[in-house]
């Protein structure tokens, strides 16, 4: 199969309109703890992250089968419209009760989209080009979640708060607009009934990807820690930008992505994973230890360089793995592994920190700590076959 024939335009409308998600709700991280401040909430801020995957993890299981009964365009589309109307709804709020049930249900659209999205992607190109695709589609979305924080602080600083969140609305409704133009992948296609939001235990795991799942689960953790306390770490060593660190994070990510998948199906999952995962547990401490500026742009871009790679490998290797007719579950349960991976990270990153700069180098040490745990892992796991034509 040709390269023209894999990437042709319908793969780039998918990959513009992850760009343009990724971008809408990140852009949006760099000022909500201090939003939640404003509205008395400065000693929740683990719960921004947190909430935001705990409805993500939960949706999982429902847009797996969603993806593989009704189809991977409705899957993803039902994402980006959950942006939309969230972002309008983030300036009307004004308790933190309801600034969380907010986030709570901003979380679905993560749970939806970027599922439907790897599905997509499962039907359309070949396993020897997998890891490629993958990483390709992951550097549109990481350019989003490049660009998004630190535009999201510019347009706060210039024009403030609401001007951001509207912002955020109108690129999640080009996301969505976009996908309008997606011709559907999957063939046998169900029409909705009750039945298809009923979740069997079944439905909930995919058992063929559980390595893969256990690896993202500890690799995940230092990425609800980095997006929770990466705004004060900035703050406390006096950047004019808070939201630069996670465009530098992105930014680090986004220039790996398409190495490493490409790695990945010449050389196979496991050595890539590996490399990877030793990085992240020494950017890390290099994180937690930082003193300057410096230092801390040098651990933030180690640990987004391994993250990249990482992430396309993960869903490459799950993909590989899953059933033919049910891979819509199996890219949902690695997921949902990364989602209980960043909540429980960013819960236990904010509890830990607790306000205290002092608790950055033991905040980040014990994210190292579960990084190196998963490079140990992979060391004694049987080996990945490399993946062929």
């Known amino acids: 199969m040709t390269t023209a024939r894999i990437y042709n335009t319908q793969f780039w409308l998918v990959c513009c309109s992850s760009l343009l998600f990724f971008a809408s709700f990140n852009m949006l991280m760099p000022k909500l703890p201090s939003f939640l401040s404003s509205l008395g909430g400065g000693g929740y801020k683990g719960f921004i992250i947190f909430l935001f995957t705990v409805t993500a993890l939960i949706s999982r299981p429902f847009s797996g089968k969603l993806a593989d009964k009704l189809g991977r365009v409705p899957v993803m589309m039902a994402g980006c419209i959950v942006c939309f109307f969230c972002s309008l709804v983030y300036p009307f709020t004004t308790t933190v009760f309801w600034f969380f049930i907010l986030r709570l249900v901003h979380g679905f659209s993560t749970g939806f989209t970027p599922t439907g999205q790897a599905a997509y992607l499962s039907d359309v190109i070949p396993a020897a080009r997998r890891g490629e695709a993958i990483g390709l589609l992951g550097t549109m979305g990481t350019l989003g979640s490049t660009i998004g924080p630190a535009f999201g602080s510019l347009i ?113 999952r496991k050595p890539v994973l590996c490399v990877a995962t030793f990085i992240i547990a020494i950017a890390l401490l290099v994180t937690g230890f930082a003193h300057t500026k410096l230092q801390l742009i040098l651990g933030v871009v180690m640990y987004g360089f391994a993250y990249g790679a990482v992430s396309p490998t993960l869903l490459a290797w799950a993909t590989d793995l899953s059933d033919e007719h049910h891979k819509g579950r199996g890219l949902a349960s690695l997921y949902i592994f990364m989602e209980m991976g960043i909540g429980i990270g960013a819960l236990m990153s904010g509890w830990v920190y607790g306000n205290d700069p002092s608790n950055f180098i033991l905040t980040f040490s014990i994210c190292s700590a579960l990084a190196a745990a998963s490079f140990v892992y992979l060391l004694f796991n049987r080996p990945v076959v490399k993946v062929s034509a």
């Open 156 to 268: 706060a600083e210039s024009y403030g708060l609401q001007a951001m969140f509207f912002c955020s609305s109108a690129l999640a409704l080009m996301s969505t607009l976009i996908l309008l133009g997606i011709r559907e992948t999957l063939f046998e296609k169900h029409p909705f009934s009750r039945g298809l939001i009923k979740v069997k235990r079944s439905d909930l795991f995919e058992p063929r990807v559980l390595v893969p799942c256990i690896v993202m689960l500890m690799s995940v953790y230092a990425y609800g820690a980095m997006y929770t306390l990466l705004p004060d770490f900035a703050e406390y060593l006096k950047f004019k930008n808070t939201g630069i660190l996670l465009s530098y994070l992105a930014a680090a990510s986004l220039f790996v992505r398409l190495v490493a998948g490409r790695a990945s199906d010449r050389y196979g």
